[in-house]
């Protein structure tokens, strides 16, 4: 039975304290203030217990990275025995293990789908993607949406919002355009002057909510790219892997990009992996000079080992079964709980990328902290936090669905006595 999680240790007391005192000050307060004071423990599954026992059901997920459960044993055991052999490997050369992984994803990614290049984060994979585009057509300029996050280095974050790029003076104003979300006329008119070298888009915007895009966006923007000469860069760090139904999201549109970008999940939540594949055409670099891009923990071999087995793992076709049959479950119990009750407005879903819609503007940060002290973990939207991020793993079983209903049905309730 989970403990108070308004009760805390001193164990778990000193990690808040050092953690504000040579961490992340602003970060610790903000969960402070939002009554949160989650110190991470013990994790398995799709379970995590704060460091004082509180138990968790996992629905946050880090935004898919342990979308086959936190310290899956499978994949541990793929580690321990790479851990016998191998380490991060030289980047200067390639590995078995490396190209292992390259012809895998060759293999599973849309069809002319061929290079990859392999880095630690998601972040530098949509740099890397970013920059790529660039090259593969001598132009600058990007466009993405207003609302939607790529990661936190230079390019990627100057692709994102803009008053964070601003924040550490990263942004470039002249070659980062933003257009509205499901908006084809406002895409055609930042692409027609034949100037952009990439629309860089993520599946389902996550830290908007998870919008599901309407049935021509996609492919409409796809279809503009091609138009104008542009590399369509689909950023799948958290649509892709399965949590559609689909290995990749944008197969439910059956949208071929130029470039896909992985991350998160691929790490198996073990060993970072995120990686950038690309057609020949936008790959031609790779044949022109060899050292053009190298990173000494891109492609680590032990990470490579994992990310291949998450491959396995995530393309088998009764794990992306199981994935819709949960999903189905989850559309009928979400359902019943959004007609009794009315503080809980909608359901955005694709498979298991869910965002659950509240009646005021930031309901999910309620939510998410209603379901923290019911014992759930899941994070509202950082750009719409009306909306709450739910995010099941892709193994979960019927029971586990059910007591996460059970304690979101609960959470709700809270929520709607503490508004009335
Ligand atoms: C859609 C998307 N792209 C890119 C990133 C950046 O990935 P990373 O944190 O591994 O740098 C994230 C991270 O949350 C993401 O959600």
């Not at 979960?396 to 809270?414: I, K, M, P, T």
Request: hydrophobic share 40%; net charge negative; with cysteine.
């Amino acid at each position: 039975m989970s403990q108070d999680p308004a009760a805390i240790s001193d164990r778990k007391r000193r990690v808040l304290e050092l953690s504000r005192d040579y961490l992340m000050p602003a970060r610790a307060a903000a969960w402070e203030n939002l009554g949160v004071p989650l110190v991470i423990g013990r994790r398995e599954g799709y379970r995590l217990w704060d460091i004082d026992g509180h138990e968790l059901l996992d629905v946050h997920l880090n935004g898919g990275t342990y979308n086959l459960g936190h310290r899956n044993p499978e994949l541990v055991e793929v580690l321990r025995q790479g851990l016998d052999e191998l380490d991060v490997g030289n980047h200067h050369f390639p590995s078995e293990a490396r190209v292992e992984l390259a012809q895998k994803l060759a293999a599973l990614t849309p069809a002319e789908l061929h290079y990859s290049v392999f880095v630690p984060s998601g972040s530098e994979a949509n740099d890397l993607a970013i920059r790529v585009a660039r090259r593969a057509t001598g132009r600058r300029k990007i466009v993405a949406l207003e609302a939607a996050f790529h990661g936190r280095t230079a390019l990627s974050a100057a692709a994102g919002q803009d008053d964070m790029a601003r924040f550490f003076l990263a942004d470039y104003p002249d070659e980062f355009v933003k257009v509205p979300f499901n908006d084809l006329d406002a895409m055609e008119q930042a692409l027609r002057g034949g100037d952009v070298a990439g629309v860089l888009m993520e599946t389902m915007p996550a830290t908007y909510g998870f919008p599901v895009p309407d049935d021509d966006y996609l492919p409409g923007v796809k279809k503009l790219c091609e138009r104008y000469g542009t590399i369509y860069i689909a950023d799948e760090v958290q649509t892709g892997l399965g949590r559609t139904g689909h290995l990749w999201g944008i197969e439910t549109w059956n949208v071929e990009p130029d470039v896909l970008v992985t991350g998160k999940g691929l790490s198996g939540g073990l060993y970072p992996m995120s990686a950038v594949v690309m057609t020949r055409h936008v790959g031609q670099w790779l044949t022109e000079q060899g050292w053009a891009y190298v990173s000494t923990f891109g492609g680590a071999e032990l990470g490579c080992r994992v990310a291949s087995r998450v491959l396995d793992m995530c393309s088998q076709p009764q794990v992306l079964a199981n994935v819709r049959r949960l999903s189905e479950r989850l559309t009928s119990g979400l359902e019943q709980l959004r007609q009794r009750h009315p503080f809980f407005t909608a359901v955005r879903q694709l498979g298991l990328v869910i965002g659950l819609q509240t009646a005021s503007s930031l309901g999910g940060m309620q939510l998410s902290r209603a379901l923290y002290q019911r014992g759930v973990w899941a994070m509202f939207s950082g750009f719409a936090p009306s909306v709450l991020q739910f995010k099941v793993g892709l193994l979960v079983d019927n029971a586990y669905c059910d007591l996460l209903l059970e304690r979101l049905d609960a959470a709700l309730s809270d929520v709607e006595k503490e508004n009335a």
